[in-house]
C-alpha cells in the first residue's frame, strides 16, 4: 500500500513503519552518567579494600563473590568521613573509646557492634586487630564509600561516635559536618595511606529519618568535599558515581529495595558491572568470565549434602576453581 507525503511523494506504508521504528530504536531512552576510568586499571593481582558505608559492604561484596580479592569494612560499617578518619588514626588503646553498657558487654564509640566484647581488653584487642588487617592487607587502592555528612557526638566529651549502640539519645547531640570539615577528614585518610590510591564514591541510599531535603544537602556536601579533594589530590583521588548511576541511569523505584530507600539487590548488581567495566582491565574480565560458572556451583545448595553425589560435586568444583586459579595464576 502507499500513501502520498507532501515532503517525499509517494510511499510505501511498510517503509514509513520501518522509518519510524528505526527513529524509536535510536531514541536515548536513559541518561547514561559518564564514568572516569582508573588511570591504571585494577587486575587480578591488585588489593583492593573496602572501607564506609552499608554500600562499600554490597560492592565489596560482589568484588569477593566474583572470586576476587578483597577486604571489607574491617571496622564494620561506618557511615560518615569522620569516624573513617578516626578508626584509621586514634590511639585505639586508649580508655576514652571505650564503655561498658548496663549488660557488662564492652563497646567501641569508634565502630559498630561487631567489636563488641566481654572485657575492655578484649574490645580494645578486636580494634587493634582489625586495624592490622588493613595494613597487613597493604591495599593498593581503597574504596571510600561515604554514606552522609550527618554525625553524632558525646554530649560530655563532644567525641564523634562510629555507632550510638543503642544508648540513650540524650547521650549525643547531632550536627552536620561541613564541607571543609569533610575535606580534612577525607585528607587525613588519604594520608595514613600516602601511596595508596583512594576512591571515594556516595552511597546512593536515602536518609529519610532526616528528610529527603535534608538526605539531598548532606549529599551535597559529601559531593563538594570529593570533588575538591579530587582536584587538589588528582593523582591520588578518583570518584566512581554510585550516587549519580542510582539516580540517573535507575531512576525507577523498581530499583529500591521494599523501604524504598536501600537500593535493590539488582540496582547493586548493576553499579557493580559498571564498577567492574570501567575499572578492571581485560585479563580480569576474561576471569570473570571463566570464574561464572564455579561461582554458581559454589552456590548451590543440594537437598542432600551428605550424599555421594553432592560431596562428589563439591570435589569437582573445587577442582575446577584450582584449575582456574593455576590458569591465571593467583594465589588464595
Given at each position: 500500500m502507499y500513501v502520498r507525503r507532501k515532503d517525499i511523494g509517494f510511499c510505501r506504508v511498510a517503509d514509513l513503519q520501518a522509518a519510524k521504528y528505526a527513529t524509536f530504536v535510536s531514541m536515548k531512552l536513559q541518561?547514561?552518567?559518564?564514568?572516569?576510568?582508573?588511570?591504571?586499571?585494577?587486575?587480578?593481582?591488585?588489593?583492593?579494600?573496602?572501607?564506609?558505608?552499608?554500600f562499600a559492604e554490597h560492592i565489596g561484596g560482589r568484588m569477593r563473590q566474583c572470586g576476587l580479592p578483597a577486604l571489607v569494612n574491617p571496622f564494620g560499617v561506618l557511615y560518615n568521613p569522620q569516624s573513617i578518619m578516626q578508626v584509621l588514626t586514634a590511639d585505639l588503646m586508649s580508655d576514652q573509646y571505650y564503655f561498658c553498657d548496663d549488660t557488662g558487654r564492652w563497646h567501641c564509640w569508634l565502630a559498630d557492634s561487631s567489636k563488641n566484647a566481654s572485657t575492655l581488653e578484649a574490645c580494645k584487642a578486636a580494634m587493634v586487630s582489625a586495624r592490622g588487617r588493613l595494613f597487613e592487607w597493604n591495599p593498593d587502592t581503597v574504596v571510600v564509600t561515604l554514606g552522609t555528612n550527618r554525625c553524632y557526638e558525646l554530649a560530655l566529651s563532644g567525641l564523634t561516635?562510629?555507632?550510638?549502640?543503642?544508648?540513650?539519645?540524650?547521650?549525643?547531640?547531632?550536627?552536620d559536618l561541613s564541607v571543609a570539615e569533610v575535606v580534612t577528614a577525607l585528607r587525613h585518610i588519604c594520608d595514613v595511606l600516602p601511596r595508596t590510591r583512594?576512591?571515594?564514591?556516595?552511597?546512593?541510599?536515602?536518609?529519610?529519618?532526616?528528610?529527603?531535603?535534608?538526605?539531598?544537602?548532606?549529599?551535597?556536601?559529601?559531593?563538594?568535599?570529593?570533588?575538591q579533594l579530587r582536584q587538589?589530590?588528582?593523582?591520588?583521588?578518583?570518584?566512581?558515581?554510585?550516587?549519580?548511576?542510582?539516580?540517573?541511569?535507575?531512576?525507577?523505584?523498581?530499583?529500591?529495595a521494599a523501604d524504598m530507600l536501600?537500593?535493590?539487590?539488582?540496582?547493586?548488581?548493576y553499579i557493580w558491572e559498571r564498577f567492574a567495566q570501567h575499572c578492571l582491565d581485560t585479563e580480569a574480565h576474561r576471569y570473570l568470565v571463566d570464574y561464572e560458572p564455579i561461582r554458581r556451583?559454589?552456590?548451590?545448595?543440594?537437598?542432600?549434602?551428605?550424599?555421594?553425589e553432592a560431596q562428589l560435586f563439591r570435589q569437582q568444583t573445587q577442582e575446577h576453581l584450582m584449575?582456574?586459579?593455576a590458569k591465571y595464576n593467583i594465589e588464595l
Open positions: 541518561t547514561p552518567v559518564e564514568i572516569h576510568g582508573l588511570d591504571s586499571l585494577l587486575t587480578l593481582r591488585s588489593r583492593v579494600a573496602f572501607i564506609g558505608s552499608c561516635v562510629g555507632n550510638c549502640h543503642k544508648q540513650p539519645h540524650a547521650t549525643f547531640r547531632e550536627r583512594f576512591m571515594l564514591t556516595v552511597s546512593p541510599y536515602r536518609y529519610a529519618k532526616y528528610g529527603f531535603h535534608e538526605s539531598r544537602l548532606a549529599k551535597a556536601a559529601l559531593l563538594l568535599a570529593v570533588e587538589q589530590r588528582d593523582t591520588q583521588v578518583t570518584y566512581f558515581p554510585a550516587y549519580e548511576i542510582m539516580l540517573d541511569e535507575l531512576r525507577d523505584y523498581r530499583f529500591y536501600h537500593p535493590s539487590d539488582q540496582a547493586i548488581d556451583a559454589m552456590a548451590h545448595r543440594p537437598s542432600d549434602p551428605d550424599s555421594a584449575a582456574l586459579l
